[in-house]
Structure formats: structure tokens, C-alpha cells
């Protein structure tokens, strides 16, 4: 299956920063990236879906001028967490699907935000 | 909106035991079922998947079989290994929702030798 990336994996910032996430897939051409928020022993909440060349589309109650998303390759989507906040604070977990409408998913291993 | 529940872990076990977790879903149309694992330090892996009603989904020595009737998808591993300490996630996807994966809480097994 696909190979993803993300980096970094864990990072701390004050409140009022900007934090990136990068997403990558190593070994697939992905049109098609999802991001994903994990609270703690919590499901995973869809975000946003990042398309290639294309505006993201995000789920409902989604920020989308604090969630940045851009998906500017086939094999790299970033995700930009503006003046992050304490309740920003989370796990955060991209996958890609590398074509068509119902290829499976792969899954990163997460970037955990930390808040202070 | 569809939903997906699954029981709360840990769900702790000894080596050998037989290992259930249950999940039940609710979703407009004819979902497709999945359960992916996490273990630790690493991403979710897809571990079975079923499409249709009454379908087994088999891998690694876990089973699960959708059934309509119960909305349910149960998972079942007959002898478990430490190994499969790990998290479980059940999870669904609707032609309605495109290619989007609804999920449940997850679940986290731990498995003593």
C-alpha cells in the first residue's frame, strides 16, 4: 500500500503562533488528501478534503481561515493551524487515496500539537 | 448523519484469549464496513473491509461479518496474540458521503503473554 509521511510528528508552540503539518506520499500520486483531528481517546473527525490543484473542501463547523490547507503537488498536502490556541491542541492525522472515487486509504502516522 | 459506535477499551486479555469488539453503526444508504488497526507509534492500517450485507471480512486471523439486520460489525479473533496490542477503529463509508470514513472511538486492546 501507499507509504505516508508527516512531519514533524510532534511540536509545541505558544498560543498565537502558526504551525505547519506537512503531509507526503512517498510512493503514490495522491489527487486526493484527508486531514484529520483525534482528541484524545476520541474518534478521528474528518476536517477536510484536500484536492490537487484545487480549494479544499471542509467539513461543517470547520474554520477554514484557521485550518489552512494546501495541496499544491500530487504527493504533498500541508495543513497550517493559524494563531493556534490551547483548544487547538490535538492529533492531527492526514491520508491519501491515491485515484478514483473508492481506493482505500492510507493513513499517516499523526503530528501531535501542543498548545501552551 | 452516520455514526459509528464501538466499545470502550482498554480491553485487556492474555495471550491465547478470544478477543471480540463489538461496533454498530447507523447510516443513510448501504455503507461499506472496515476496521483499521493502529499500533503504537504507527499509522492506521486498513485490517478488513466488507461491502455488502452478510460479507466476511477475513485478515491476520480476525474476522468480521456485516450484518444488516443488527446494524453490526463485530470484530472476532479466536487466539490473540501480544502482538495485537494495538488500537482497533471501526469505521464506515457511504456512496452519499463520497469517499469519506465515518469512525467509532476506537478501541484499545492490550494483550499480556
Known amino acids: 500500500g501507499a507509504v505516508v509521511s508527516q512531519h514533524p510528528s510532534r511540536v509545541i508552540c505558544k498560543s498565537g503562533t502558526s504551525v505547519k503539518i506537512e503531509c507526503r506520499s512517498l510512493d503514490f500520486q495522491a489527487t486526493t488528501m484527508f486531514w484529520y483531528r483525534q482528541f484524545p481517546k476520541q474518534s478521528l473527525m474528518l476536517m477536510a478534503t484536500?484536492?490537487?490543484?484545487?480549494?479544499?473542501?471542509?467539513e461543517q463547523g470547520v474554520e477554514k481561515d484557521k485550518f489552512l490547507i494546501n495541496h499544491a503537488s500530487l504527493t504533498l498536502s500541508t495543513l497550517t493551524v493559524t494563531s493556534a490556541h490551547p483548544e487547538d491542541s490535538s492529533f492531527y492525522i492526514c491520508?491519501?487515496?491515491?485515484?478514483?472515487?473508492?481506493?482505500?486509504?492510507?493513513f499517516g502516522p499523526g503530528t501531535r500539537l501542543t498548545v501552551l | 448523519g452516520d455514526s459509528v459506535t464501538q466499545m470502550e477499551g482498554p480491553v485487556t486479555l492474555s495471550e491465547e484469549a478470544f478477543l471480540t469488539i463489538n461496533c454498530t453503526y447507523t447510516?443513510?444508504?448501504?455503507?461499506?464496513l472496515f476496521w483499521y488497526v493502529q499500533y503504537p507509534g504507527e499509522g492506521l492500517q486498513l485490517l478488513l473491509k466488507a461491502t455488502k450485507a452478510d460479507d466476511k471480512g477475513s485478515n491476520k486471523g480476525f474476522e468480521a461479518t456485516y450484518r444488516k439486520e443488527t446494524t453490526s460489525f463485530h470484530l472476532e479473533k479466536g487466539s490473540v496474540q501480544v502482538s495485537d496490542s494495538a488500537v482497533y477503529f471501526c469505521?464506515?463509508?457511504?456512496?452519499?458521503?463520497?469517499?469519506?470514513?465515518?469512525f467509532g472511538g476506537g478501541t484499545r486492546v492490550l494483550v499480556k503473554p
Open positions: 447510516a443513510t444508504g448501504y455503507p461499506s
Open positions: 484536500s484536492n490537487e490543484g484545487s480549494k479544499a473542501t471542509y
Open positions: 469505521a464506515l463509508r457511504t456512496g452519499a458521503a463520497g469517499n469519506k470514513l465515518t
Open positions: 491520508s491519501v487515496q491515491p485515484g478514483g472515487l473508492y481506493n482505500e486509504q492510507f
